[in-house]
């Protein structure tokens, strides 16, 4: 049985690798999340944008309010209706883009860098702290493009949002695409292979994203060193994974040993699968 998707979302998710607008939680819960993130930012004495990848990534590890947001209960019955109930966090990212700054993301897919087995199992719910609007620089699906596998990227594209600045070359075709436009605290969900791309930033306000990626305990890291994840709903009965806790207190100093190390593997795995996809691509 079905906990928070209809048969209808669930079938449109499978034929078209994405679905939205889905509704977390409220405007007030937005602006309380928005505001524990400023203040973050504030004791960092940066916006995010400017503090590196690190800050960026795996939240959870050192707040309970973000703790919230991958717990979500709205969200995970909606990934457990396409994963089953044993849900790892794979990681997290923080997607800001200031206003009128040229910061954007070219036609990509969130599998490329991964490095999971299998591939297509991973979710992406992707949650709005502010209006995600065409001139803030929504998400754009390509309808029905998970279907296709995964694509060859390139690197090096100029002010993007995404860490290695990929970019697929040749992404078929994109004459049609779907505008992921979202209110403050709705959500979408999108398949690791959908060929997905944002705008830059022209309207007046932040454009405050929060990427989760939701894998089934069952999937598996295909790199060279054990990888973590963090358990939130069910089971793991496979142990592919070093699981990390969730913290004891926000940014106390064991939170943040944790976050640094979990960082750390992410980080260097991460460079470990875009070396192999450059080299496949070459060859």
Not at 11 to 23: E, S, V
Request: glycine residues 8%; negative net charge.
């Amino acid at each position: 049985m079905l906990k928070q998707l209809t048969e209808a979302q669930r079938d449109a998710y499978h034929r078209d690798g994405y679905l939205f607008p889905l509704p977390a939680f409220g405007p007030a819960d937005a602006r309380r999340y928005r505001a524990a993130l400023e203040s973050f930012e504030a004791r960092l004495g940066m916006k995010l944008t400017a503090a590196g990848r690190k800050y960026r990534s795996r939240s959870y590890l050192l707040f309970d309010w973000a703790q919230e947001l991958v717990r979500n209960p709205a969200i995970l019955d909606a990934v457990e209706d396409l994963i089953g109930p044993d849900i790892l966090v794979f990681t997290t990212t923080w997607f800001i883009k200031e206003p009128g700054t040229p910061l954007a993301a070219g036609w990509h897919q969130d599998a490329t860098h991964f490095g999971l087995d299998p591939i297509d199992r991973h979710v992406t719910a992707w949650i709005a702290l502010s209006d995600a609007s065409l001139d803030s620089g929504c998400m754009q699906f390509v309808p029905g493009s998970h279907q296709r596998g995964q694509l060859r990227h390139g690197y090096g594209l100029s002010a993007s949002i995404n860490d290695a600045g990929q970019w697929i070359p040749e992404p078929g075709d994109a004459t049609i695409t779907a505008d992921c436009c979202l209110q403050p605290g709705q959500f979408s969900l999108h398949n690791t292979l959908t060929v997905h791309r944002s705008g830059a930033n022209t309207a007046s306000d932040r454009r405050i994203g929060f990427g989760v990626s939701y894998i089934p305990t069952s999937v598996r890291h295909t790199g060279s060193q054990r990888h973590t994840a963090h358990l939130v709903r069910g089971t793991d009965r496979y142990g592919h994974f070093d699981l990390d806790p969730a913290p004891t207190g926000d940014f106390d100093a064991s939170a943040q040993e944790v976050h640094d190390a979990s960082f750390a593997s992410y980080a260097a795995n991460y460079a470990e699968q875009v070396a192999r996809h450059v080299a496949q691509a070459a060859a």
